[in-house]
């Protein structure tokens, strides 16, 4: 199983910015997905999921409405696009892969976050 996200840089407020995760090593349509953030010194904060074929999705109130988790199971690519942000979205962004397949969609707490499988991450830094 391989996640490696990319699209990471350095972005000042109000701006935007793509992150994506080409996953390999596994049947990408069968999980459900997710990002995940972590600003060093703090745990994991668990943002958007999506189900297997992107009808469902759900995120953190702290990214509604600025970010857009989507998917693409011919690319095997799942994105997150990033709006509006905030030198406080500054963080490691992580993508996640459920454990099991045909999970459905759940919002996870600081606790559970930690169960999913995470690539290697890519950077996010707001600053003006």
């Known amino acids: 199983v391989q996640l490696v996200e990319s699209g990471g840089g350095l972005v000042q407020p109000g701006g935007s910015l793509r992150l994506s995760c080409l996953a390999s090593?596994?049947?990408?349509?069968?999980?459900?997905m997710h990002w995940v953030r972590q600003v060093p010194g703090k745990g994991l904060e668990w943002l958007a999921g999506i189900s297997v074929q992107g009808s469902t999705t759900k995120y953190a109130d702290s990214v509604k409405g600025r970010f857009t988790i989507s998917r693409d199971n011919d690319k095997n690519t799942v994105y997150l696009q990033l709006t509006a942000l905030k030198t406080e979205d500054s963080a490691m962004y992580y993508c996640a892969r459920e454990a099991a397949a045909y999970s459905v969609v759940k919002i996870y707490n600081e606790y559970e976050v930690g169960r999913l499988l995470r690539g290697q991450g890519t950077q996010v830094t707001v600053s003006s």
């Open positions: 090593g596994f049947t990408f349509s069968s999980y459900t």
